[in-house]
């Protein structure tokens, strides 16, 4: 079974300066991982990918990804921080042998301040 | 950008009522979800659905769910008689192939 835990409930971060959002993966396979992106009121939307090509990732609105496979990680992170940031970050893994099935982590709220 | 969108944004029902969440995914997609998010707590899966049929499904989408895609289009998920434990953001999703699933903005079921 797979599953996604990430470290840190809230992260508060002041515009300009770096964003780190950490998760760790379980997986039996060899997964593909994602982060998405809540803002309020709005759907789910995804920010990158990784599929077993470049450990690096980058994705939308500056953000890159690296998964470490000794350490079961895939953190996400951004050089300097925008207010238009501030939402709700999701890792996420799947199953390459399911049927696309999305499995979640807790969350992650960002706060950033001025 | 075409985008998935989903009907009502808030459907407001009485416990025992059917309801019926309404999704038109982006016309090239071939995989097709369902997930909820009850305030609070994680997103989950609900069910994929692969050619016109369900290709997976979790404990949550007992007898009490169903899916179809009647038309080509929309995609629904029906709720037969509405608990109180159902209220919760359903997100629709699809996707080209397996994996990178692109969302709705889902419909916030409160049930009373």
Known sequence: AQSVTQLDSHVSVSEGTPVLLRCNYSSSYSPSLFWYVQHPN????????????????????????????????????????????????????????????????????????? | EPEVTQTPSHQVTQMGQEVILRCVPISNHLYFYWYRQILGQKVEFLVSFYNNEISEKSEIFDDQFSVERPDGSNFTLKIRSTKLEDSAMYFCAGAVMRGEQYFGPGTRLTVT
């Open chain 1, 42 to 114: 709005k759907g789910l939307q995804l920010l990158l990918k990784y599929t077993s090509a470049a450990t690096l990732v980058k994705g939308i609105n500056g953000f890159e990804a690296e998964f470490k496979k000794s350490e079961t990680s895939f953190h996400l992170t951004k050089p300097s921080a925008h207010m238009s940031d501030a939402a709700e970050y999701f890792c996420v893994v799947s199953d390459p042998g399911s049927w696309g099935k999305l499995q979640f982590g807790a969350g992650t709220q960002v706060v950033v301040t001025p």
